[in-house]
């Protein structure tokens, strides 16, 4: 299948690129290293050294025997887009090509306005592009467990039928997002799903839960084909961060009580996920959601969890020590997502999390002189209120 | 009170700073100007000769002894944002600013992603600009009855409790906008939403629904502080176009089966309304929702009742004629949306709407010549399948 994948250097597309074309499929991408940008803003690096991008297609090539296909370009410029879909005419989509980090969104009214406009214009220009040029191609964008908040009742898979007032009808599920990234893809679903309704496009969206993980077993030993693995407040995911912590004996830092519980899915069924998707496209128009994660914890349940691999590792000075919450979010709440769409689909969890773990901090240890580097941005100064200050540490 | 209006010069925002400032409140207002120029781009112009700035102005100081403070600038510009609040220190915020025409935003991919940019922006800035400015002022935001969309249960006021599966919750009412512009106020108000909440800011977001009019009383007879009165496809109302086209013995032409419902209001009462939730601001941090109509009917009903109000005065040709439906909309539907929270506040509607149509058609009259120039635009050809073709006209 021919798969384009808008944000092929990121953290899931680069991966992504060698998952697929490992099962043979034709892949191409965009990107323009805005990440590699948004990290450096932040004043730190991948914690696995990223290659240019010359060295990343030239050791793709080596090890895959085939070209990737690539250009630099903006998702936000429609010319863009639409002359690379006319050329490569993808079968499918996968938008990962967004600005990620909720921290980074709270930042200042204009990194704020950015996020919306880059994430909202990417998708749009992709939707049109789809409508103008492929019609029967399939989108598979990728959206946040984060989009539902923590409401206190269950979560279905994107709609719910509910009876209000004695009358019933499918309606999609209240979106109640944690912070303006989070909001900029609440947006993008709305607007997919009405580009799915008006035009009939195929879309699959994807309320992925916090992804961890180094590697797919695709990149073998080749240094060059690593994914990125950023630790720093904003780009770093929680348990990312946690086991970066880990390798160099600084604390590890639930926010607040602790008790926020989330989905978890490592790296490797991310992509299994995804490739899923992308290989049982809807068959007609369809505006479909799948929830994307493997299992629920609390923060401190998998703060736990690494501190417990870590120690087994021989890293004896893994602790974990809460810090005050730079956020506004609900700290004891309710959470039960369905999760069986991917299922249905033949999805196989990776059950053994510690394995995963085991090899994460595997691959960290290697570059700990990288981490303990940016150690001082280990500790968050981002607030929900508009202040910016490192947190402190709180009870024991 | 100190009142800052954003948008204006546009058809609300007029007669809004009229109807204030005679009730004693203190009014700045910006403006970018933009309406003028959008509705230039439709090759249209207001039925109501538009005076400049310079003359709207001083017809306004002539009329209301007072100066109004207007300042010319773009409110996507968050240090003119912030700039004109230090210096106003407004108590209540109008947001009046936003493209707010839905065919001109299904136009193309430019003209969606411009509407996106320039609605969430405008919208961003001001909500920062509170927090960092301004924390305790109130801020009223114009959204749309639009943003729920036709569903097929009752619609309340922004919040219901649902039970789903045996769990109880409160959650915002799902939306299903039907337009690109229409979704960027499904997205406002979940970013003032979330502002509120984190912030702690006040908001009344209104969802008002289809406005008709040409004057309020407070203009009396200059003609200099009428409201523009749009009649183009993307820019004129239902009933503003239909009461246009019956002055020139165009025939009124409903979408499609023209059984789709809306709620409709005077332009007195959307001010008296809007003034209602300015001069009863929430006392502490709230994001609160006002469902802002009068009645409901069907589009058939409402042309009716213009031809006949049109008969009346003499206008013999006036007609319905129905043409195909250029938007993708459901013609045959439930619509049972509350409207509670403006009666709690004391709203008295304008119960006699043949009266209201009498006046707009008594003044339109005067303009025939201007609206008579522009017939070529009165059959729309922006169409929600993205092409652009002059729908045809169906049935007898």
């Not at 704020?112 to 040029?133: E, H, W, Y």
């Not at 004891?332 to 059950?351: C, I, S, V």
Request: net charge negative.
């Amino acid at each position: 299948m021919r798969v384009f994948i808008a944000g092929i250097d990121g953290y899931l597309g680069w991966a992504l690129a060698q998952y697929l074309t490992a099962r043979g499929h034709a892949v191409a991408g965009a990107d323009l290293f805005l990440r590699r940008q948004w990290v450096e803003e932040m004043g730190s690096w991948s914690a696995t050294p990223v290659v240019d991008i010359e060295t990343r297609l030239a050791a793709f090539e080596e090890n895959f025997g085939t070209r990737l296909l690539f250009r630099t370009g903006d998702l936000c410029d429609y010319e863009f887009v639409e002359t690379f879909f006319k050329e490569f005419q993808p079968e499918a989509i996968v938008h990962l090509g967004e600005m990620p980090s909720a921290p980074y969104s709270m930042q200042s009214v204009k990194h704020a306005a950015f996020t919306m406009n880059n994430n909202i214009v990417s998708t749009l220009n992709i939707l049109f592009a789809m409508r103008d040029v492929v019609p029967d191609s399939h989108l598979v964008k990728l959206g946040t467990m984060g989009e539902y908040g923590t409401p206190n009742i269950d979560i279905p898979e994107g709609f719910f039928e509910i009876e209000y007032r004695g009358r019933k009808d499918t309606l999609p599920f209240p979106r109640q997002a944690g912070s303006w990234y989070h909001q900029t893809k609440v947006h993008d679903s709305n607007n997919v799903l009405f580009a799915c309704k008006i035009w009939g496009l195929r879309s699959t969206d994807i309320m992925q839960g916090v992804v961890f993980g180094t590697r797919i077993d695709e990149m073998g030993d080749d240094e060059r084909l690593l994914s990125r693995f950023d630790f720093d407040e904003s780009f770093g995911t929680a348990i990312n961060r946690f086991c970066a912590m880990s390798v160099i004996g600084h604390p590890l830092t639930p926010f607040g009580k602790g008790n926020q519980k989330r989905g978890f899915l490592p790296m490797r069924d991310s992509m299994q996920c995804l490739t899923l998707a992308i290989e049982n496209p809807p068959i007609t128009s369809a505006y479909r959601v799948f929830n994307q994660f493997e299992e629920v914890y609390s923060v401190n349940e998998l703060a736990d969890k690494v501190v417990k691999v870590a120690q087994e590792l021989g890293l004896k000075d893994a602790v974990v020590r809460r810090v005050e919450n730079p956020r506004k979010e609900m700290e004891e709440h309710y959470y039960k997502p369905d999760h069986q769409h991917l299922f249905d689909l033949g999805y196989q969890p990776t059950h053994d999390m510690e394995a995963e773990l085991r090899i994460m901090i595997n691959d960290l240890v290697r570059y700990r002189d990288r981490i303990e580097a940016k150690r001082d941005l280990l500790i968050p100064e981002i607030r929900w209120d508009g202040t910016r200050q490192k947190v402190g540490f709180i009870g024991r």
